[in-house]
């Protein structure tokens, strides 16, 4: 009786976690106020954790909850509180098209130099020393060892990337917010 049951158990929880996280994501997408986008999209990376977790990955479901809905959203949730955008019909875009064309011309050249990146070849000095890779080959270097090493290795760049575009973003809503404070003294 209990083989027959835990199939059932792991499909039935799949499936409703699977479905709260689709409902979720639709929520986050159709909602006018960034805060609560924001509370649908923690919901949607706790479900997701769920998901992780019934699939055997218990790493990977606890990192998708301490550092996706814990402190990235955070971060998301600081900067929108801190750019304070009020109602939308109060939003203006004060640059013309020369600031729109210098943006776009930027655009394509970081898109250009990832993409140069992405094809080339890392010389020796940034890859990992070769303690450390045969240490993960062996499995010496326990559950993690095989998460990092790619992470590390092949995605480096991605990796680094995603680590500028968040710091990027929490400058500029900082900027806008000094702008905007800077405004409403005067």
Same mark, same amino acid.
């Given at each position: 009786?209990?083989?027959? !049951?835990?199939?059932?158990?792991?499909?039935?929880?799949?499936?409703? !976690?699977?479905? *709260?996280?689709?409902?979720?994501?639709?929520?986050?997408?159709?909602?006018?106020?960034?805060?609560?986008?924001?509370?649908?999209? *923690?919901?949607?990376?706790?479900?997701?954790?769920?998901?992780?977790?019934?699939?055997?990955?218990?790493?990977?479901?606890?990192?998708?909850?301490?550092?996706?809905?814990?402190? &990235?959203?955070?971060?998301?949730?600081?900067?929108?509180?801190?750019?304070?955008?009020?109602?939308?019909?109060?939003?203006?875009? *004060?640059?013309?098209?020369?600031?729109?064309?210098?943006?776009?011309?930027?655009?394509?050249?970081?898109?250009?130099?990832?993409?140069?990146?992405?094809?080339?070849?890392?010389?020796?000095?940034?890859?990992?020393?070769?303690?450390?890779?045969?240490?993960?080959?062996?499995?010496?270097?326990?559950? &993690?060892?095989?998460?990092?090493?790619?992470?590390?290795?092949?995605?480096?760049?991605?990796?680094?990337?995603?680590? &500028?575009?968040?710091?990027?973003?929490?400058?500029g809503a900082v900027v806008i917010g000094k702008?905007?404070?800077?405004?409403?003294?005067?």
């Open positions: 009786m209990g083989n027959e !049951f835990f199939p059932l158990f792991y499909g039935f929880h799949f499936y409703l !976690f699977g479905l *709260i996280a689709l409902v979720s994501s639709i929520l986050f997408v159709t909602r006018k106020s960034p805060v609560a986008a924001a509370l649908w999209l *923690i919901n949607v990376m706790f479900c997701l954790a769920v998901l992780y977790i019934l699939l055997d990955a218990q790493f990977i479901g606890a990192i998708q909850v301490l550092l996706y809905a814990g402190a &990235i959203m955070v971060v998301f949730l600081f900067v929108v509180m801190l750019l304070n955008l009020g109602h939308p019909s109060e939003l203006s875009d *004060i640059r013309g098209k020369g600031g729109r064309l210098a943006a776009g011309f930027v655009g394509l050249a970081l898109l250009a130099e990832i993409m140069v990146l992405a094809r080339a070849e890392f010389p020796a000095k940034l890859t990992l020393p070769a303690a450390v890779t045969t240490e993960a080959a062996q499995g010496t270097a326990g559950i &993690i060892g095989p998460i990092a090493a790619p992470l590390f290795r092949e995605y480096l760049l991605a990796f680094e990337l995603t680590s &500028i575009l968040l710091l990027t973003a929490i400058v702008k905007r404070e800077a405004g409403d003294a005067g």
